[in-house]
């Protein structure tokens, strides 16, 4: 295993390990902001605001409103934002989206679905950004890093959306032989005691989403959070059928929506389409992401609430094993 490198400094001092993930049509400035105040990375995908013009103006709250909070409470970790940046021909605004996310500085780039390319990488690094990459498997981490990028996201089997099939086991173990970077890792991580055993796998973070779907600040139907808190993993089905990638939701949804879960179609990866993001939120509108997470979660808290919590389990876990604080 590689001697790990340094972990970029936009990255340290947070309250806790914990990267939020960008969830489509659920992740809007209200949650991100709750999830930065509360000392951990939040996150949203670009295509969420809508119309295009939106995204400037997100930036310009979040950015406004997370430096008036920073000098209010000097002493307090305050995270940084990320925008999720979905690299795929057919999304037309990806070109608009990553100028206007260079112009605000954004200091993290998470990247889907293809590697990022050079230039995109270098207008980061422009100004001290840095990008990390969605991976499900080894080619796919060995491609982002021959692109450049900084750090990987591991999408192991269970994570929410879409989703790998490797165990978070297998997956970090195999990509720390050749890379000594920082590592989030995704996968049915909903509390502090997991997000302790992110780290002792070898990964640097835990990428959390589903456990924020359940708040009172996700931009989500109360049926879909109380559905969340009502399932269990295995009320949790495997299909490509909504987007053209395989990802996770929950079987509720599905049924409600007329359609078979132990019966469904497979979808023509070919057909994906980013075009503008609407036609993907009428679909994910009535059918839910969700990771095997979900049997974890029961109440639908406060983003702050969540990482409070989850840093109490935390430390405890870690004094359960005798480590130091």
Same mark, same amino acid.
């Given at each position: ?55 400037? $103006? ?60 050079? $230039? ?25 890093? $021959? ?75 109360? $049926? ?102």
């Amino acid at each position: 295993m590689p001697a790990a490198k340094l972990i970029p400094p936009v990255l340290q001092n947070l309250a806790l390990p914990v990267i939020a993930s960008p969830m489509f049509i659920v992740s809007y400035p209200e949650l991100v902001l709750a999830q930065c105040k509360a000392g951990i990375v939040g996150s949203f995908p670009a295509l969420n605001a809508r119309p295009a013009e939106l995204l400037d $103006e997100w930036l310009t709250q979040i950015q406004a409103e997370l430096a008036n909070f920073k000098a209010a409470n000097p002493g307090k970790p305050v995270g940084p934002i990320a925008v999720n940046q979905i690299v795929h021909a057919s999304n037309a605004r990806l070109e608009h989206d990553v100028k206007v996310c260079v112009e605000h500085k954004v200091p993290i780039f998470i990247t889907s679905l293809r590697a990022p390319p050079k $230039e995109m990488i270098d207008a980061v690094h422009s100004y001290g950004g840095i990008v990390l990459h969605d991976v499900i498997n080894i080619r796919h981490a060995e491609k982002a890093i $021959e692109a450049g990028v900084d750090g990987l996201i591991l999408v192991a089997a269970g994570a929410g959306g879409h989703a790998g099939t490797l165990s978070p086991f297998a997956l970090v173990g195999e990509v720390r032989k050749f890379f000594d970077g920082p590592i989030a890792l995704s996968g049915s991580i909903a509390t502090g005691e997991a997000v302790l055993a992110a780290q002792a796998m070898g990964a640097d973070f835990a990428y959390v989403g589903t456990r924020f779907i359940a708040s009172q600040e996700a931009h989500a139907a109360l $049926e879909y959070k109380q559905s969340i808190t009502s399932s269990a993993a295995s009320d949790i089905i495997y299909t490509n059928l909504f987007t053209g990638v395989h990802g996770n939701y929950i079987r509720e949804s599905i049924v409600n929506s007329g359609l078979d879960p132990e019966n469904l179609p497979v979808a023509d990866k070919s057909k994906m389409d980013f075009s503008s993001g609407s036609s993907k939120a009428k679909a994910w509108k009535d059918i839910w992401g969700a990771g095997q997470g979900v049997g974890q979660i029961e109440d639908i808290p406060t983003a702050g609430e969540i990482v409070a919590r989850m840093k109490s389990e935390y430390d405890a876990a870690r004094a359960r094993l005798g480590l130091v604080a």
